[in-house]
């Protein structure tokens, strides 16, 4: 009996979805920018390192592709994300260019040795995907192999 009980613990507590959201930073301005960033779906105040905040790619201007700011190599100045009022502020300098990006209460600059080169307005926005399955999937398949094992035990003693 007590291995049910604990089999059934295990069911509920691994019944919990697992959460990550991502989402799109719009820009508007004088430049071509794209960007995306992804938290761990739980904070509130999610800040990088360690605090919430998983990623962040910058695509604008000179600084795309292998240029684009992210947050695996560049230096950061602010990076964080408020979630209930829906505000991303940046600021970094591009590791590959030296370029600044600013990025605070909706409005962007870029700077390339103290000269802006672009700016504009952004907003974010969530990416609408399909819910992600709970963990439960994952220990259905361990549930046969227990079974077999319980019964064993009952029949062999």
Not at 101 to 121: F, V, Y
């Amino acid at each position: 009996m007590r291995f049910l009980l604990s089999l059934i613990a295990l069911c509920a507590s691994s019944s919990v979805p697992l959460r990550a959201d991502t989402f799109n930073v719009k820009f508007s301005g004088s430049l071509t920018a794209s960007g995306a960033f992804s938290t761990d779906g739980t904070c509130s105040l999610c800040e990088f390192p360690g605090l919430g905040l998983l990623s962040l790619t910058i695509n604008i201007g000179p600084d795309t592709g292998m240029n684009a700011f992210d947050i695996s190599d560049d230096s950061l100045g602010l990076l964080l994300y408020q979630r209930p009022p829906n505000n991303l502020g940046y600021i970094g300098t591009n590791s590959e260019t030296n370029d600044l990006l600013d990025m605070e209460l909706n409005i962007w600059s870029l700077t390339r040795a103290g000269t802006t080169i672009g700016a504009g307005t952004f907003s974010v926005a969530p990416v609408a995907s399909a819910p992600e399955p709970g963990s439960l999937f994952l220990v259905l398949s361990i549930v046969p192999l227990v079974g077999l094992r319980w019964r064993q035990l009952r029949h062999h003693p």
